[in-house]
């Protein structure tokens, strides 16, 4: 248990740093929290409740010093895409739908801990995530459109959630657009203009941004203020009662056909939560020369679950802004969160009354700006820059989050991310290659000027050999025999190979017989160890109508002497020649 | 057309031969299409109708010479279970559904031959694939056993099957049992001991192999008569009326219901029969030194598929069996195909009625004999020997294809295969490397005596580094200094990567931060030029904390000079001694 380890050493200025730390996030996590749960689909309290005891666990079993555990907007958004499907049909009771998918992410993400699975998320690829992230972020902002209007919207996808807002259009209710439209205005000057008005009236920049922070709270603040003064409760959307005091312990519905139809939405609820919790700890980790173990990470997230489950509440994981306010207001440990619990806790037990006339539209403004944040295209522009293929997959990854939801959208992330790796090295780079002259060194002919021997062929194969690529090689050898007629030997230069698995010597050992039929020779040089080994073990090297050279140069200068034998002398008298060479 | 190409030089002796392999293929595919059929669950005439036109059609379109196409075991079991499955629902009629799978599976293949993707069948690797056909020869023989005890045994999977058969045990029927039995123990004499007993009797090889391939034939005419002479047509399960003539043009009936259920298992019987028809016609090509390709396959199997489905037959492909028995005849060129649908057509429009008495028993026995040749378990031996991954994965897919049936059983082969690659290459080989005294060579620090530096950690990379292995390869650096604190410089040898996608770019970024927070700096060295063209323009390179340098020498000695110095001098000295080396 990490809380042992650092427990240990924790002081009074731990404390002080942690406690001012947790003031500024519980003020921040408060409306938060209520308009998170209202994006899920769930009430207010729900939200409160997921940001107590999940902090407790995490304090307990987590390991970043900076992550700031609670419901967050991707996680919300999916948790109504998971359960809106399942109430429709009448199979399920939401909140308890909920409740049993906090659980069962709890312990999908416990056991993928327990097992040290942590590196399975690296499967899926960082600007896929991106993308997704930016499509959830659409999706979020849209939704939060109808509660502007004053309009039911609903929908998984961007055209049903556009539908539903046209469909609405003869129904917006112009007061809620009225306090939603002043309380987006407010916050985005609140994010822009706040912070250098303070500085400007002479507050210190820390304190400045610190005190911008409340922005959102005091929106919560001055709209309940109106709400109640103008008696517009029956006008508008409002939160309503929120059952006062603190959570109490509720035993999950464990019924398996609750199991059966949430396990899945609960394993890309689990994927999610953790890619995006684990990247900003070890962000967060990294500024301050830390680490962060990501299967203790998967432990503590998963705890953090079930606890959020054992209390009423819905899915958490540590949320990206949150966890840099954390960060930035100087969280020291772990136990910044567990004061943010008491916090919450407090505000649960005495303030929730006062929320009774909390304009939804408020709320609603909060997750825009929130969510907002998110939509970081500069991913995009990067990945057409550098990579076309990753561009495609986080393009494609946005479409269809977009057009077809949030499931199906990871689901198409993390096949297109595989399918574009694996159709790359199903067509691998294939360079032959020549001797520099005067050294022992062999390079690409088509960028270097080098002496090529006119009975062998040198291939350089820079990839693995396995079962998407194997044909494609032999294709290409055979293509390229037929054009050089002259070809007495072909020398596979084998240094990036690192794997040639059971379909790669099948066809290996096809092409050593197309080879053999034509009096042509197989031959290998710098075959790795591990490979060489396993090649013997198979006892392919056995019938192989040639040899395995230990070096390029060794091979072509047995293999035709007449063209390579000069060179040889001349690299040895002129052995510092090949510094200068390049691949 | 390849029609074309080979009709320019079509002759006389040409024909000679395609006739004489015809003839032997014709008498082999008459009980075969018949028996295929049945399994497909059928009427026996669409097996013979999918041995007519779609022979015309691959002879116009295919490219392989020897390629005998028609109902083969393998696809006609997918077929029974892909409408199967419908049929119980009552959601489609059995033969429409049959000729509708044929369309798909025909459009399916010519649009990837047109769009030249013929190299998406590598994925499916080719130990999978022979553990599927094991698993599906087993399933076939199993389900024929039904036939032979003349009970009926219905079912998707092993476990389904032997349940049917064992439910059936008190309806055996004795005399089907009896004529089973007969036509079993035969079929096994012709196949070890007919050809041995004819060249005794002074026949040529090649006669007796011909004669003794008229084996089932003679079982059905034997069987046939033995019925009808003992009037054991109302004991014994008899194939029937079937109708006389030629098939006629038939319009699939191509409702969007239809289409929806059925694409996907077209999917599957369109990549199987890809696959096993392309691996035949490949190694029959091979024994003469020719080729085929792949793409115009793809399309002489697709229009192969087309004429079947609009002449009332079923899904086709090219089958391992005849296309060998074809080859070994003689066959020269396409139109061997040709002449047996020829051969098939007048067997439709003169013996059918002469076919009334034959018992399914005896078609049974056909099927049980030739899949049993399909089970090759060595494929399990080999594998196990050269490759544990591989070996689970044929493994794996024979024991879903049993249990789970053969679509759930294709696709766990295929994911199998993939998730296998990429477990592989997420945790790849990482050798670090010292130099090898006296030369400028690198080796492994675990298998050499080799010169490391105090303050610079070298390290060889074996494997791209991409979204799957990124982190971990971060993380084992990270490690690693942890244990050396005096480490100044990490150089990485760049040798085997190929390829630095996106995801890995981020994480070599962050790398490089936290490197540089530590004064340590990150060195590439023989980075590829492809690799270092992509980091340049990522402008990765502006900001490294570090150099790349040509040469792995080089960048030692340059960074640590007074290790490395004196070795530049010796290694100048006493060039040869790196022939030996070795990786």
Redesign the interface.
């Known amino acids: 248990m990490p809380i042992l380890s650092w427990g240990k050493t924790y002081r009074l200025p731990h404390f002080y740093q942690d406690a001012s730390a947790a003031i500024i996030v519980t003020i921040m996590l408060i409306p938060q929290s209520l308009a998170y749960a209202l994006l899920a689909g769930l009430p207010p309290e729900i939200g409160l409740y997921a940001s107590i005891m999940p902090l407790v666990a995490y304090m307990i079993f987590g390991t970043s010093n900076a992550l700031a555990v609670g419901p967050v907007a991707v996680i919300s958004l999916m948790t109504a895409a998971a359960i809106g499907k399942l109430t429709q049909s009448g199979q399920v009771d939401y909140i308890s739908a909920a409740v049993m998918l906090a659980l069962l992410s709890g312990v999908m993400l416990l056991l993928l801990g327990i097992f040290r699975l942590g590196?399975l998320a690296?499967?899926?690829?960082?600007?896929v995530i991106s993308g997704f992230i930016i499509a959830a972020g659409l999706l979020i902002a849209t939704s939060q459109l109808g509660h502007i209007f004053g309009i039911s919207a609903s929908g998984q996808t961007l055209p049903a959630l556009l539908v539903s807002l046209f469909d609405g259009r003869d129904d917006v209710n112009s007061t809620a657009f009225m306090i939603g439209c002043v309380a987006l205005i407010f916050l985005i000057w609140v994010r822009i203009g706040m912070k250098p008005l303070l500085q400007a009236c002479g507050l210190s920049s820390s304190l400045a941004g610190n005190i911008s922070r409340a922005g959102p709270l005091l929106a919560v603040f001055v709209s309940i203020m109106v709400v109640q003064y103008f008696a517009l409760g029956d006008s508008v959307a409002i939160v309503g009662t929120i059952p006062q005091g603190l959570p109490s312990f509720t035993w999950p519905d464990l019924s398996l056909d609750m199991i059966e139809v949430l396990w899945l939405p609960a394993l890309f609820i689990s994927i999610i939560g953790f890619v995006e919790s684990v990247s900003v700890g070890?962000?967060l980790a990294?500024r301050k020369?830390e680490?962060i173990d990501s299967n203790q990470e998967l432990i503590g997230l998963g705890a953090a679950n079930i606890a959020a489950s054992f209390s009423g509440g819905y899915p958490v994981t540590g949320g990206f802004a949150r966890s840099v306010v954390n960060y930035d207001a100087g969280a020291a440990t772990p136990a910044a969160g567990g004061v943010t619990a008491i916090g919450i806790g407090v505000a649960t037990l005495i303030f929730t009354p006062y929320l009774y006339f909390l304009p939804k539209a408020v709320l609603a403004a909060t997750i825009i700006i929130a969510v907002l944040s998110l939509i970081d295209v500069s991913v995009l522009k990067?990945?057409w820059?550098?990579?076309k293929?990753?561009f495609f997959a986080i393009f494609g990854t946005i479409i269809v989050t977009l057009f077809m939801g949030v499931e199906l959208g990871v689901s198409f992330g993390v096949s297109a991310?595989?399918a574009l790796?694996?159709y790359?090295?199903?067509?691998?780079?294939i360079a032959e290659i020549g001797l520099v002259p005067e050294t022992?060194h062999f390079r690409?002919i088509l960028?270097h000027n080098v002496i090529t021997s006119p009975i062998i062929l040198s291939l350089r194969i820079?990839?693995?050999i396995?079962?998407?690529?194997?044909?494609?090689i032999e294709k290409l050898i055979?293509d390229r025999l037929e054009k050089s007629p002259n070809i007495r030997h072909v020398v596979l230069n084998c240094?990036?190979i690192?794997?040639i698995?059971?379909?790669a010597?099948?066809v290996l050992e096809?092409l050593n017989?197309?080879l053999k039929?034509?009096s042509i020779g197989l031959h290998f040089s710098?075959?790795?160890?591990?490979v060489e080994d396993?090649l013997l073990?198979?006892k392919f090297l056995e019938h192989l109508n040639g040899q395995v050279f230990?070096?390029h140069?060794?091979a072509v200068s047995e293999l035709d002497p007449k063209t390579y034998i000069n060179q040889k002398a001349l690299?040895?008298a002129d052995?510092?020649a090949?510094?200068?060479?390049?691949?």
Chains 1, 2 share one sequence.
């Open positions: 590196f690296n499967f899926l690829s960082h600007p070890q962000t990294a020369n680490r990067n990945s820059r550098y990579s293929s990753d991310s595989i790796y694996l790359q090295t199903s067509q691998p780079h022992q690409n960028r820079d990839e693995n396995y079962f998407a690529n194997a044909e494609f055979q240094t990036s690192s794997l698995d059971a379909s010597l099948e096809s017989s197309f039929a034509r710098e075959l790795k160890g591990p396993r073990k198979a230990l070096h140069f060794e690299a040895e052995q510092s090949h510094d200068g060479s390049h691949i």
